[in-house]
């Protein structure tokens, strides 16, 4: 199972259980004004490349970054995610760059994509024992950075299309269909 995969898989096992969601799903808008100050337009590019590594391009489907989820990450995190889970969310932000520079000595934008992948790999076994032991907490930042990658991903219509099988109109309900190993799954 590559990774792709596996995010796919843990996305339909956590049952939806993300970050603002209810508050997407009840259409809370801050003022413009917050939005403006929340991120800046370097925080969307990295933003951007942190998705791109969770999803990076291959030969056959676009990147996290090519489906412009760094921009879907700033609006819900903006529109949908409480203040104190702003602040999670924004602090992580500064962690992952703290720790490149301290790790890499260079900025997350300067380093390789091997090297992403080893510091967010990193964060993300942090991240796991973090939800293992803290149930009652707040989530871990890169939880939620993770979560909104899949959301952003798979409801883009680049991620939709592209990643997913996509019927438009699907028709009548088929309740069995037969899966073959390799199949992409289908859109929703």
Sequence with gaps: MNRREAMTTGALLTGGAIVGLQAFLSGCKPTAAVAEELFTPEDV???????????PATGSTPGAKEAGVGEFMKTIVTDCYEESDQGVFKAGMTDIRDRCKAGFGKSFMEISPDQ???LLTAIDGEARAHSESNTDGPEHYFNMMKQLTDWGYF???RGATEALRYVEIPGYYQGCIPYTEGERAWAL
């Design 45 to 55: 590019a990295f933003l951007d490349e942190v998705s791109d590594t969770i999803y």
């Design 116 to 118: 992403r992948l080893e």
């Design 155 to 157: 409801t883009s219509q």
